[in-house]
């Protein structure tokens, strides 16, 4: 006699976005607390300005910066929510800082240089930091 084995109970669809939030927080937590990405940080924004042949890896440093913390949009602002009284001018700040992440990346040639584009990388990635309360 054959028994019929049903597949399991899909989890609830709450239980997923905890289980999200958390993979998310943690990831936030690994690249805050990274010591590349403030050095990366740090060396793009200079003085001195970075080295000719470091900013090609400096900028893909950054797009994976920027790419992470997009990845993690949901949980910075519910981050950035709790951390501003509601009606303030600061509830949509990091929404904007989001989206200027975002039309860098898709935008590389934003600027005429690649100093300039990396530059506005770093400015973006603080500014999210900032808003986060994540700096060091």
């Known amino acids: 006699m ?5 597949a399991p109970p899909s989890p609830p669809e ?9 993979a998310s927080a ?5 690249l805050s607390e990274a010591a590349r990405t403030w050095d990366a940080l740090d060396l793009a924004t200079g003085p001195p300005a970075p080295a000719t042949n470091e900013v090609p890896a400096l900028v893909t440093e950054l797009q994976g910066i920027l790419h992470t913390l997009g990845g993690c949009a949901p949980r910075l602002l519910a981050i950035h929510r709790k951390a501003v ?5 600061e509830e949509t700040a990091m929404e904007d800082a989001l ?8 935008n590389p040639a934003a600027t005429r240089t ?3 584009y ?5 400015a973006s990635a603080q500014t999210i ?8």
Do not use: H, K, W, Y
């Open 2 to 6: 054959s028994v019929s084995t049903s």
């Open 14 to 22: 709450d239980f997923v976005l905890f289980i999200n939030g958390l």
């Open 26 to 30: 943690r990831e936030l937590t690994s």
């Open 85 to 89: 009284e509601s009606g303030q001018g």
């Open 99 to 106: 989206l200027c992440a975002q039309r860098l990346l898709r």
């Open 114 to 116: 690649e100093l300039g």
């Open 118 to 122: 990396l530059r506005l990388l770093a």
């Open 129 to 136: 930091f900032d808003l986060a309360g994540d700096t060091p």
